[in-house]
């Protein structure tokens, strides 16, 4: 069965660093996601994305945060000037469009120290 | 605002305890409303999606069933293997992106 694969599955950095988390959507979707659940909360939206642009994005996607499809098959999440409170679990999703079933990776647990 | 809660927020349950998980929600035009299962440090894996009251879904000991208001996860005779956390989402019409509930943490006891 097809699924939506990340990489990396753990990753620690220093604060301030610049992070890059990468994911392989499903092949035949078109809308692609980023949310993140810090330990113990809520899994949260940060941003949509289809026909390579962004879509949507939350509050917690500001400035510090961008995406890129650099080509076919993988969708990035770049975190700048990383900071403590940025320490959570990122999946990625990919969707065939509205109202269809959001498939999540297995998520990238990001660690800043 | 949009909003997700679910309920219980923990339940410990027997081997063959049947129960009921509850996502009440309020936002402007469902879309549709899933249910996921969260297994400790994983990501969300599909169980159900519900589009419309009255609907019901079911796989293996669980089913999903849809109100205007609220969806129920039954649970019948589970197993210590559906021991998860129960996530609930809703996507509204004009939005592209879900909102999470802060899930149900099933323990199922041999």
């Known amino acids: 069965e097809p699924e939506v694969t990340q990489t990396p599955s753990h990753q620690v950095t220093q604060m301030g660093q610049e992070v890059i988390l990468r994911c392989v959507p499903i092949s035949n979707h078109l809308y692609f996601y980023w949310y993140r659940q810090i330990l113990g909360q809520k899994v949260e939206f940060l941003v949509s994305?289809?026909?390579?642009?962004?879509?949507?994005k939350s509050e917690i996607f500001d400035d510090q945060f961008s995406v890129e499809r650099p080509d076919g098959s993988n969708f990035t999440l770049k975190i700048r000037s990383t900071k403590l409170e940025d320490s959570a679990m990122y999946f990625c999703?990919?969707?065939?469009?509205?109202?269809?079933?959001?498939?999540f990776g297995e998520g990238s647990w990001l660690t800043v120290v | 605002e949009d909003q997700v809660t679910q309920s219980p927020e923990a339940l410990r349950l027997q081997e063959g305890e049947s129960s009921s998980l509850n996502c009440s929600y309020t936002v402007s035009g469902l879309r549709g409303l899933f249910w996921y299962r969260q297994d400790p440090g994983k990501g969300p894996e599909f169980l159900f999606t519900l589009y419309s009251a009255g609907e019901e879904k079911e796989k293996e000991r669980l089913k999903a069933t849809l109100t205007k208001k609220e969806s129920f996860l039954h649970i019948t005779a589970p197993k210590p293997e559906d021991s998860a956390t129960y996530l609930c989402a809703v996507q509204a019409h004009n939005f592209n992106k879900f909102y999470f509930g802060s899930g149900t943490k099933l323990n199922v006891k041999p």
């Open positions: 999703a990919s969707d065939r469009g509205s109202g269809n079933t959001i498939y």
């Open positions: 994305f289809y026909n390579n642009e962004i879509s949507e």
